[in-house]
DNA sequence: TTGTAGGCGTTATCAG
DNA sequence: CTGATAACGCCTACAA
């Protein structure tokens, strides 16, 4: 079914059912009632493809992230699809796993698409190959990274200030009498890079300590038991710990229960803190402090940032949004 | 950039081009090595809209979902998106949430962007109106329902036995010498009321009990805290009862903080069961015995149909895959 | 107010 | 092996 085969029925050309269906002025009320009512008949809806092809637009937004099934993510991109919808784009996610390879071809397949801007989820984007393939392939396209960041005049980056946050987290141990904190890490990302810069910037500026410890866990070992394995080792390591700051809630509800069964009081002999203000910060018991990293802002900011992007608008390449701790029982 | 203009530069025509990028012979190796390289100057990569006109044929597959932040759903988007794409395939998903009307008007725009098929994604799919919709709307264009069935000639559906699973579950308890078990559920959907209707049937069958206690959770209140809540409540209200199965392992996380919090033992005084087989159960402590509904393998063959079906190949309107009990300390 | 014609970028058909 | 030419479905001048 084509606007042709409307027209026929409705004994009138093309052109007045396409006037029909874009609302434009200039048809007969007999005529447009016509068209309408055919329309509503065969629940007509025209090619987007098509559309897309002679407007030069496909209300498109491509949206790329290493694994949707990461919380964060998923959120990342209902809240994106959400808004973006209001404006009549619709969005195409792919999940490129963290292989350069693979985020090039989706690069590419997202710019045969004809997408009309491209969402990076995640801060692993902030890197050089991904400057290369968006230079190489997406020849000025808009892209717009959520918590991360590349010097690219079509690139936007909205970035949660998680450094500053975990220093703010030290600060708060700080101030609960807590001297000896460590930070317990998973994976060499710019974003976990930064919070582990916040944690010693902070220990040293409080001159409680000059080589502030950080355990990085083995990306290879499942995640959660690597977390709670790594926290019953550290308390026999390391006697002297008395608060643990985790780079995800996740690592931190594994933490929790780490200390639980080694009889460990949580807050009073050591207290955690953890990163995302997410589910597990909120059913672990006890409840996790956490810093906010503002997912949900941050995501409708990349939204909104895109929208105003498209519609032609100035936009500031690079904006921060400040993150904030949920305090809870664990500190 | 287009293929004239790759043509224009190369001295040949646009149909060579065509051909060299669709490799298909009858090309000159010369000009087949020139166009090529010129490919790859430019990173040139055909317009999909265009190809798509013309091809009728857009390579896309729309999945629809209540909300992809519920981790069952993201991972089904996320293994149908890795299964086709190696059928070059893309996915738009669209976040429809409960509404009729955001529904139907979700699946009028996939198929105005001429997806090829569509996944929903969950068992509230499988309602009259949804029905009437695709009826209306879709003109024939293949649907696979995850967790549901209509049906419908163009519709295909790939079910979980979770009331069989759960009438496993009733007897494992039963052999663990549990009589008395209540069922906390919430949210009045197909794939909940079967998993009620299983433990009713089981009951009855094992002659425990004529009238299995089941309890519905209020869906306007925060999800984690009215199950902890119920469960708490429960323990006052009903003491008798031994055991809880829970719709989902979510509401039966909380149970288990309720009952550790409230002193009882777990297993020995109430066990604990589960749906989903999800993290939840995982990182619980102890550890929540879970129907695993198959989630994955789900997904993945939802994917497969869709493949199938879009080759033309005849398959099974519907289908159904075991669930299973995975059983842990809950138990 | 209406219809005709041209074009969006690609592929397929058909002569040459 | 190659290149016109005509679609695909839609929109938009332009002409009537």
């Keep these: 079914m084509t606007i042709y085969d409307i027209a026929q029925e409705a004994g009138v050309s093309a052109s007045t059912v396409s006037r029909v269906i874009n609302k434009k002025k200039g048809v007969n009320k007999q005529n447009r009632i016509l068209v309408e009512a055919l329309l509503k008949k065969y629940n007509f809806e025209p090619n987007a493809s098509a559309r897309g092809l002679v407007q030069q637009s496909t209300k ?175 308390l026999k390591d390391f006697p002297d710990m008395d608060s643990i700051i985790y780079a995800t809630d996740f690592l931190a509800h594994a933490g929790i229960q780490a200390l639980k069964d080694a009889g460990v009081c949580i807050p009073d002999q050591v207290a955690v803190i953890g990163v995302d203000n997410s589910t597990y910060a909120r059913i672990s018991s006890p409840g996790i402090t956490s810093l906010d990293n503002k997912l949900e802002q941050l995501s409708i900011t990349c939204a909104d940032i895109l929208v105003k992007v498209l519609q032609g608008e100035k936009v500031a390449n690079k904006m921060m949004l400040f993150s904030d701790i949920v305090e809870r029982e664990s500190t």
Tied chains: 1, 2.
């Excluded at 997406?138 to 500053?164: F, H, K, R, S, T």
């Excluded at 919070?195 to 409080?206: R, S, T, V, Y």
């Excluded at 001159?207 to 502030?212: A, T």
């Excluded at 959660?224 to 080792?233: E, L």
Aim: charge should be negative.
């Design 60 to 234: 498109i937004i491509g949206i790329l992230m290493s694994d949707i099934r990461t919380s964060h993510h998923a959120e990342g991109a209902y809240f994106m699809e959400q808004e973006l919808k209001k404006y009549g784009y619709n969005c195409i996610i792919i999940n490129s796993g963290f292989s350069d390879s693979a985020r090039e071809e989706s690069i590419r397949t997202l710019f045969s698409r004809r997408v009309e801007a491209i969402v990076l989820v995640g801060s692993t984007f902030q890197s050089e190959n991904t400057k290369r393939a968006i230079q190489e392939y997406l020849n000025g396209l808009p892209v717009i990274i959520e918590n991360g960041y590349i010097n690219l005049p079509n690139v936007y980056g909205v970035l949660a200030d998680e450094q500053n946050g975990i220093s703010d987290c030290v600060r708060l141990l700080h101030t609960k009498g807590k001297r000896h904190p460590v930070f317990i890490n998973r994976g060499d990302t710019p974003s976990n890079n930064l919070k582990i810069l916040g944690f010693q910037n902070a220990l040293k500026e409080l001159s409680v300590c000059e080589n502030p410890p950080v355990l990085w866990l083995d990306i290879e070992k499942e995640e959660w038991q690597s977390s709670y394995d790594a926290t019953q080792k550290l």
